[in-house]
């Protein structure tokens, strides 16, 4: 069975401030992948990063950055200098490598104060 | 930017009624599902659908749950006879194709069961 752990419910920042995201995964699987989705107040779901099981590298776009640990099932998620319009719901999610049955996490409410 | 579009963006029903919530997918695409977000709660997978037929289904999609493509663009959901536990935003997805391609999510639409 799939489980993605986030284990902060919630985080407050001031604005401009780094905020990291914690997920930690568990799979029988050896190829899946991972994904971050921010939901904003609106509701919608924003696909932020795909990430498959055998690439390890780290990743930057822009402000965001993501740091996938296998050795430690862990895909943290980290915003430098954070904004008011990041303030949303970011939830981590792991699928199958051959089927997008998401399992996602419970997600954590970034809330970016000016 | 091709986008998943879903219809109604919000309904109320009263308990024991049918409803239809539908989506379009991108055109291109192959692979399409139903996820459910009970308010406040993480994003569960209700069912994926490829070539006419559901390849797989989660225990919630029950005998009251159906989906259909009935003519090609549309890809719906159907509801039999809400209950008050059947609240909640549903989200549409839909991708190209096995092992690629990203996750492509609706905006949503809410069902409120009153």
């Known amino acids: 069975a799939q489980k993605v752990t986030q284990a902060q419910t919630e985080i407050s920042v001031v604005e401009k401030e780094d905020v990291t995201l914690d997920c930690v995964y568990e799979t029988r699987d050896t190829t899946y992948y991972l994904f971050w989705y921010k939901q904003p107040p609106s509701g919608e779901l924003v696909f932020l990063i795909r990430r498959n099981s055998f690439d390890e590298q780290n990743e930057i776009s822009g402000r965001y950055s993501w740091n996938f640990q296998k050795s430690t099932s862990s895909f943290n998620f980290t915003i430098t200098a954070s904004q008011v319009v990041d303030s949303a719901v970011y939830f981590c999610a792991l699928s199958e490598y051959s089927d997008y049955k998401l399992s996602f996490g419970a997600g954590t409410t970034v809330t970016v104060r000016a | 930017e091709p986008e998943v579009t879903q219809t109604p963006s919000h309904q109320v029903t009263q308990m024991g009624q049918e409803v239809i919530l539908r989506c379009v997918p991108i055109?291109?695409?192959?692979?399409f599902y139903w996820y459910r977000q009970i308010l406040g709660q993480k994003v569960e997978f209700l069912v994926s659908f490829y070539n006419n037929e559901i390849s797989e289904k989660s225990e919630i999609f029950d005998d009251q749950f159906s989906v259909e493509r009935p003519d090609g663009s549309n890809f719906t959901l159907k509801i039999r006879s809400t209950k008050l536990e059947d609240s909640a935003m549903y989200f549409c997805a839909s991708r190209d194709r096995v092992n690629s391609g990203e996750l492509f999510f609706g905006e949503g639409s809410r069902l409120t069961v009153l």
């Open positions: 055109s291109n695409h192959l692979y």
